[in-house]
């Protein structure tokens, strides 16, 4: 049974909703990030051998479209993969910051790669490792205050821990957050 999750993941009929849904909610250049950036993250993704599993163009506008209505400055994403979220979410606004977490080295060099040549590298934090291990860190440094507190948390991430980072990430989060 392994890999059905996959197959109705890609099933024509979704395809056709997300692609009409994006060419209204993203109908022209004048849009960051532009289609040929968000393209090439996914194209570049899929040829590092990165899992097909990005969010789809719809949900990436949906992400950005919250983080807007939210007036976001600070973000917290929990599994980069190739950075095609992450992209969403740093073009959102011009002084919005994302922190994103992602187990996996080549990930989050493929991530990396991908979020500089959108021109977000400069509002983007990818920090390697577990959740689990790197979700404390933050904690400690909103605690001391080297960081404030987030006003989105988008988790996507091994769904085993799931609600380890959702307990986590309400303590980071400031009132009226979105999660």
């Given at each position: 049974m392994s890999g059905q999750g996959q197959s109705y993941e890609k099933d024509a009929r979704w395809t056709a909703v997300d692609e009409y849904s994006f060419g209204h909610l993203h109908p022209s250049s004048r849009n960051t990030p532009s289609e040929e950036v968000l393209e090439l993250a996914l194209l570049d993704s899929e040829m590092q051998g990165l899992p097909d599993i990005?969010?789809?163009?719809s949900q990436g506008?949906?992400?950005?479209l919250q983080a807007r209505l939210l007036k976001a400055k600070n973000i917290l994403e929990v599994g980069t993969l190739g950075g095609y979220s992450?992209?969403?979410l740093a073009n959102a606004s011009p002084d919005?910051?994302?922190?994103?977490?992602e187990v996996d080295e080549h990930h989050a060099k493929v991530a990396r790669n991908n979020i500089e040549r959108a021109g977000v590298a400069d509002r983007v934090d990818v920090r390697l490792g577990a959740g689990v291990e790197v979700l404390p860190k933050i904690v400690e440094e909103v605690k001391q205050g080297k960081l404030g507190g987030f006003q989105l948390v988008f988790i996507d991430a091994d769904k085993e821990n799931n609600w380890n980072y959702v307990?986590?990430?309400i303590g980071l989060c400031e009132p009226g957050a979105a999660s």
């Open positions: 990005a969010v789809s163009p506008k949906f992400l950005q992450t992209i969403w919005v910051r994302v922190i994103s977490i307990d986590t990430a």
